[in-house]
C-alpha cells in the first residue's frame, strides 16, 4: 500500500477506462471481480484499523453499487476482528451488481446486520468507512446518500473513504453537489484523475493506493495522462557544465501585465530564471517596466510594441503569452508582427 506525496503510481488512468479494463486485469491473473473486491475491502481494513487503532464502532455507509461492496467487506472484517459495526445501506429497486451481492450476503451470513440509511446514528461511533458512492458519478448525489454525506461530514469522527470521497467526479474532480470530506483516500487499482485535480485536494484527504495484485498487469499499458513530481526534475534539469554562462541555456521572451497587474508577469520571469533559463525577456506596459527592473534586475524588461515583439520574437527560443495580460485593450490587440513564431 502506498500513499501520497511521491509514492503514488505516476501513470494516471481515465475513470471509464480503468472500470471497463478491471474484468480484464482481473482475468488475467486469473481472478474474479469478488476477489478483487475481496482484496478492497481487506486492503481498506488494514489501511483503517492502522491508522485509527483506537476505534471502536466503525460506521459503515454503504451505497447501492461495488463501492458499497466494498464496504460490506469491511464490515465484516471489522467485526471479525472484534470492532463494534453499524451498517446503513441504501437500498434501490434495481439489484445490486453481482459481487456486491455476494458480499452483502458474506456480510449476513456472518451475523452482520444491515440497517435502513435513515436510522439515527448511535452515539459513540468513532470511525466513518464511507462506500456510498464510487468512480461513476454523473449527477448530485440525491438523499439519502446526500444527507449521509452531510450528516458524515458534521460528525466528528474521522472517515476513510473506498476508491474516492462519494460525491468527487473521478474524472474531473467536480463536486456537483455534496461531497464527503475524507480524512483518508484509498483508491483501488490506479489513481484516476479526479483524486489530484478539481476540487479532489479539498476533500480527498490523504491518498493511498492499493494496486490490489495486479502490479505486473498496470505495468505493461500504457495510459494518456502522467503525474509528474519533483522526482522527474533530475532528468528535466541536468547537471550544467561549470564552463557554461546564461546565454547556453536558452532565450524566454514573456508577453503580459496590463497596466496595474505587473505582478503575474514579474513572478513568472522570476520563476523562469528559477528554473534554469538562462535568458528571459520581459514586454509589458510601460507603467509595469521600473517596478519590475527594481525588485528583478536580472530580467530584461522593455514596453510591449508591434516593434519590440517582433524583435523578441526573433531571438528567443521560447515564448509565454498571458500572465497578467488580461481581456482589456492589451489582451486583446493583435500587433503586427513577423518572425519565426
Not at 481515465?14 to 486469473?30: K, V
Not at 448530485?140 to 444527507?147: G, I, L, S
Request: proline share 7%; with cysteine; hydrophobic share 45%.
Amino acid at each position: 500500500m502506498t500513499k501520497n506525496p511521491d509514492s503514488i503510481p505516476y501513470n494516471i488512468w481515465p475513470a471509464e477506462a480503468l472500470r471497463l479494463a478491471e474484468r480484464e486485469a482481473a482475468d488475467s491473473l486469473g481472478l474474479t471481480l469478488f476477489e478483487l473486491m475481496q482484496r478492497a475491502g481487506e486492503a481498506a481494513f488494514q489501511l483503517a484499523s492502522g491508522a485509527y487503532p483506537a476505534s471502536a464502532h466503525w460506521l459503515i455507509l454503504c451505497g447501492h453499487g461495488n463501492n458499497g461492496g466494498d464496504g460490506y467487506v469491511v464490515a465484516r472484517l471489522a467485526q471479525a476482528a472484534g470492532r463494534r459495526v453499524t451498517l446503513l445501506a441504501v437500498e434501490s429497486d434495481s439489484p445490486l451488481p453481482e459481487e456486491a451481492q455476494a458480499a452483502r450476503e458474506a456480510w449476513l451470513n456472518a451475523g452482520g446486520v444491515i440497517h435502513a440509511a435513515t436510522i439515527p446514528w448511535p452515539d459513540d461511533i468513532s470511525l466513518i468507512i464511507d462506500g456510498l458512492l464510487g468512480t461513476g458519478l454523473r449527477s448530485p448525489p440525491r438523499d439519502p446518500v446526500a444527507a449521509l454525506i452531510h450528516q458524515a461530514n458534521h460528525h466528528p469522527a474521522p472517515v476513510v473513504a473506498l476508491d474516492i470521497p462519494s460525491g468527487l467526479n473521478a474524472q474531473t474532480g467536480a463536486t456537483p453537489g455534496a461531497v464527503v470530506q475524507a480524512d483518508h483516500t484509498l483508491t483501488f487499482i490506479a489513481l484516476k484523475p479526479g483524486l489530484l485535480t478539481g476540487k479532489a485536494r479539498d476533500v480527498v484527504g490523504q491518498l493511498h493506493h492499493h494496486a490490489l495484485g495486479l502490479e505486473r498487469w498496470l505495468a505493461g499499458q500504457s495510459t494518456p495522462l502522467t503525474r509528474f513530481c519533483a522526482a522527474h526534475l533530475a532528468d528535466w534539469l541536468p547537471p550544467r557544465r561549470a564552463t557554461s554562462h546564461k546565454g547556453d541555456h536558452g532565450k524566454l521572451v514573456i508577453v503580459g501585465g496590463d497596466r496595474g497587474t505587473a505582478g503575474a508577469i514579474r513572478m513568472c520571469g522570476e520563476a523562469a530564471l528559477r528554473s534554469g533559463a538562462g535568458l528571459v525577456r520581459v514586454l509589458t506596459h510601460p507603467e509595469n517596466v521600473a517596478p519590475i527592473v527594481t525588485v528583478r534586475p536580472e530580467l530584461m524588461v522593455d514596453e510591449l510594441t508591434s516593434q519590440t515583439l517582433k524583435a523578441a520574437l526573433e531571438w528567443a527560443d521560447v515564448v509565454a503569452i498571458g500572465p497578467g495580460l488580461g481581456a482589456a485593450r492589451m489582451g486583446t490587440q493583435r500587433p503586427a508582427h513577423g518572425g519565426k513564431f
